[in-house]
């Protein structure tokens, strides 16, 4: 009996051998994935406590206004945007938000140098907290991120399959340390970053989440960044307000899309200097800074107090276009800084003000202001970023508002449909092409990407052979119910076949558009 049942373990393992080492595989990256969402969630965690640091010391010190007061804390900011200069020539990838270099990583546009990402961003990001600008912790976390998850793959020797998928747990665990949303930390990496979802992908990133969660908030003590919940839903009368605003937010979305590149685009015109282009930001942050702060920092205490207090409708409209103008400079000068957190307060923002308008004309009651405020953040992510799932579930994650979930998707979709009407691309899409330039200049290169046939796709149950797949696109091995096939030209396709696919850089979009579309 004995030999029988080792005889059996025996055969198991030699005919399901990949299997096996499938399940091995998983189990590592699982391990890797939970190292590099504590490593993470450590430099997100004490990232996002400088930030907050600097931003109260900013608010004391600037209260002072007598000369002596002023004049050091300019000199300050001269130094400040100077070294934040060098630090992007030392890593220029490590400038601005930080969500396009990671989506570039993972199509092999860019390669950055960790090591050096982690230092500029860290630094960069703290001293551009401290002198005000307009741009938000949540971007540079996720390159932080990021960084770490490659720095990790480095030290094991991952292969690049491999690499790119620790790259992208690190990220989805700085997300995760800077909002203290772990489902939605994971899911942006697949909605955003990815735009697909398999297991080797999913596995390690949830894993990462989830520890970073545990470090930011049992190690850490952090709650979600926003600090407020709806506790009450707006009644189904209200539904055409939700389409309207919907409407609202799509348009500002847009709005704020063509504001942000159109900044990049002065600046880079601008044949100063970067250094000169740096600090000269920092001093008109200064100055504005000195006449009010309201618009000044990424806006966390802003959003919480847009949701509670009823603001008037000209400083609604004050904050709504100041912060998209101060976010399209601070962010165009190149800076390290994200426009995540900025995206949401202009939502909150724009939700108050649609409420008041509409409380003004006695059609709404004025309890519902925290509503309107959930609403318009989700329909502005999904405007901008064109995210839809991403948006929901982050704004109901971050306060805790599930029962408003109808209210939210309503919006959020609205905007969605809204943006896409206006035609404007997704605004790391549009940043990523910035960057890169074109993408026929990249189109000789090959790259890959893995994808999962949905239930509903058209391609089920036809021969590779007859697939009309764009120009240098190969399905180079299939993964079904457990066992991995060889592509010939008579293997059909399946639902739920989770395919391997290399194809031309320049193609990457119109490649995976063409397997989750078809």
Known sequence: MQFKIRNFFR?????????????????????????????????????RYFIHYGEEVRRVYMMNTDWLSISCWVVLMIILGWICAKLLRWAPLSGGSGIPQIEGEMMGIFDMNPYRTLVSKYLGGIFNGLCGFSVGREGPSVQLGGSVGKILAYWFKSPLREERILTSAGAAAGLTAAFSAPVSGAIFVFEEVH??????????????AL????????????????????????????FSYLLLLGVVMGLIGVAFNRTILLGKRLFSRWSAGGTVKIITTFLVVTMIG?????????GNDLVGQLSAEHLGLWLLVGIVVGKILLTALCYGSGAQGGIFLPMLVIGAAAGALVQAVLVTAGLMDQAYLGNFVICAMGGMLAAA?????????????????FHS??????????????????????????????????????????????????????????????????????????????????????????AGDELY??????????????????
């Open 385 to 401: 970023m064109r995210t839809p799932l991403l948006s929901i579930l982050l704004v109901l994650e971050m306060t805790n508002s």
């Open 195 to 208: 735009k697909s979802f398999y297991p080797m992908l999913v596995i390690p990133t949830f894993t990462a």
């Open 501 to 518: 696919i290399s194809c031309r850089r320049g193609r990457l979009e119109a490649a995976k558009k063409y397997f989750t579309q078809s």
């Open 11 to 47: 055969s198991h393992h030699t005919n399901d051998l990949y299997n096996n080492m499938d399940i091995y595989t998983i189990i590592q990256l699982v391990i890797k994935g939970a190292l590099v969402g504590m490593a993470a969630g450590f430099f997100g965690a004490t990232f």
């Open 290 to 298: 000195y006449d009010s702060q309201l618009l000044l920092g990424g």
């Open 211 to 238: 520890m970073s969660n545990f470090v930011t908030s049992t190690i850490f003590g952090l709650q979600p960044s926003l600090g407020f919940t709806v506790m009450t839903g707006l009644p189904l009368s209200s």
């Open 405 to 494: 979930i109808y209210s939210v998707g309503t919006v959020a979709i609205v905007a969605y449909l809204t943006a896409e009407l206006c035609k404007e691309a997704p605004i790391y899409d549009s940043l990523l092409e910035m960057m890169a330039g074109p993408a026929e200049k990249t189109d000789a290169v090959q790259t890959f990407f893995e994808t999962k046939i949905p239930v509903v796709s058209g391609i089920t149950g036809k021969e590779l052979r007859t697939l009309n797949m764009p120009e240098g696109t190969i399905i180079v091995s299939i993964a079904r119910r457990g066992m991995h096939l060889v592509p010939l030209g008579d293997t059909k396709l399946e």
